[in-house]
């Protein structure tokens, strides 16, 4: 899998959208981008995944840039339950054998009243 | 929502004791990911189910950690005898390989083990 850099930490101002960049300048073709995030005590929750067209679901949006080097998860009005390790995520999902997630340091968000 | 069910959530026990961690996962989903997390390590896979047969259990010591899954609502990780190392939140997570691709792992609030 693509090895991803992100910031360690960032904060936020709740209310606000929260901009959470990854690079991932080696990823491959048919590698997708995951987002997760750990809450302090919970186990890592699913938020979002994409190959290169932006997504959004009811939790965020993911922007992928067009060389596919680089992405952004956005929370669109932070609060303060968004404070929590966020890990992105580049590997592939249709090798019926690989199935590994690799979670890096990831960036701990904290949303601040 | 679904979720994937870990029990205990917290267990101490003293060195030597065996210790059992269950795990239910979400109804439907046919594979199943045990990973453990220390702050030393992050998060690390120790075992891998896919239709409840182990296709990977190559990040487990294996001298004393065992993992099944005797029915497909339920899996199980043992560690006998315990360890003070092997002090950690262990994870159970859940997901569906369907049409070739794997989707999004989902999982538990784990098992928080000190091992004394």
């Known amino acids: 899998d693509a090895k991803t850099t992100q910031p360690p930490s960032m904060d936020c101002a709740e209310g606000r959208a929260a901009n959470l960049p990854c690079n991932h300048s080696t990823i491959s073709g048919n590698e997708y981008v995951y987002w997760y995030r750990q809450i302090h005590s919970q186990g890592p929750q699913y938020i979002i995944h994409g190959l290169k067209n932006n997504e959004t679901n009811e939790m965020a949006s993911l922007i992928i840039t067009e060389d596919r080097k680089s992405s952004t998860l956005i929370l669109p009005h932070a609060t303060l339950r968004d404070t929590a390790v966020y890990y992105c995520?580049?590997?592939?999902?249709?090798?019926?054998?690989?199935?590994?997630?690799?979670f890096g340091a990831g960036t701990t968000v904290t949303v601040r009243a | 929502d679904a979720r994937v069910t870990q029990t205990p959530r917290h267990k101490v026990t003293e060195m030597g004791q065996e210790v059992t961690m269950r795990c239910q996962p979400i109804l439907g989903h046919n594979t199943v990911f045990w990973y453990r997390q220390t702050m030393m390590q992050g998060l690390e896979l120790l075992a891998y189910?896919?239709?409840?047969?182990?296709?990977?259990d190559s990040g487990m010591p294996k001298d004393r950690f065992s993992a099944e899954m005797p029915d497909a609502t339920l899996a199980t990780l043992k560690i006998q005898p315990s360890e003070p190392r092997d002090s950690a939140v262990y994870f159970c997570?859940?997901?569906?390989?369907?049409?070739?691709?794997?989707?999004?792992?989902?999982f538990g609030d784990g098992t928080r083990l000190s091992i004394l």
């Open positions: 189910f896919r239709n409840r047969a182990p296709l990977d």
């Open positions: 995520i580049v590997r592939v999902t249709t090798l019926i054998n690989d199935y590994k997630l690799s």
């Open positions: 997570a859940s997901g569906l390989v369907s049409r070739g691709h794997h989707q999004p792992q989902h």
